[in-house]
């Protein structure tokens, strides 16, 4: 069963509970989902969900991808699929499908670590205009030492970094608190 509005929802609430400070920069998503948007359509340009993964080994060390397209480093993620029933796995799917990361890999809470709202730049070669990506960003621990797989169509490189590279504050300040032991 594909991923529902009421799992959106469930998802955004949970996310909120744990950080009221976002409600109202969230309430949009809801307003969305209550109109009957489709949000996990990648053709609803007003705004569709994404996931997301960041993956911290060992070394306190976050995984990074060079994203071909948007020709950014950027955290594992992407897209929905119709065969993805819930947020949290298919932040996992993307993870697996960009990195061959599958094994060892485990979510640090059952919520995302951050859900941030960015604009996409117009794509015509995909026929996309300018949208934006509501990304469910979850945090992951690596235990051991995987190697990675890159998907080459999607992604040129990858590189482990000093969490403190992370340029969105919010999730780096999440992250941080969540390799200390703090609630995220």
């Known amino acids: 069963m594909p991923i529902t509005a009421d799992h959106i929802r469930a998802t955004l609430t949970e996310y909120t ?8 920069a969230l309430e949009f998503v809801h ?5 009957g948007i489709d949000v996990t359509s990648r ?3 007003r705004g569709h969900a994404t996931a997301g993964a960041v993956v911290v080994n060992g070394d306190g ?7 071909v397209a948007l020709d950014r480093w950027l955290t594992p993620g992407g897209h929905l699929e119709r065969e993805d029933t819930d947020l949290l796995g298919a932040a996992l799917r993307e993870l697996a499908e960009e990195t061959g990361i599958t094994l060892s890999v485990s979510p640090v809470q059952s919520y995302p670590v951050h859900i941030d709202v960015h604009p996409i730049p117009a794509n015509d070669s995909k026929a996309e205009p300018e949208h934006r990506h509501l990304d469910f960003r979850y945090l992951f621990r690596l235990e051991g030492d995987q190697g990675v797989t890159l998907q080459e169509e999607e992604v040129s490189g990858y590189a482990w970094r000093n969490v403190d590279t992370i340029t969105d504050e919010t999730l780096r300040a999440r992250v941080r608190a969540s390799l200390r032991g703090a609630t995220p």
């Open 17 to 24: 509970d744990a950080h009221p400070e976002e409600k109202t």
């Open 43 to 45: 053709k609803e340009f």
């Open 61 to 67: 060390q976050a995984l990074f991808i060079r994203h």
């Open 31 to 35: 307003e969305l989902i209550d109109e």
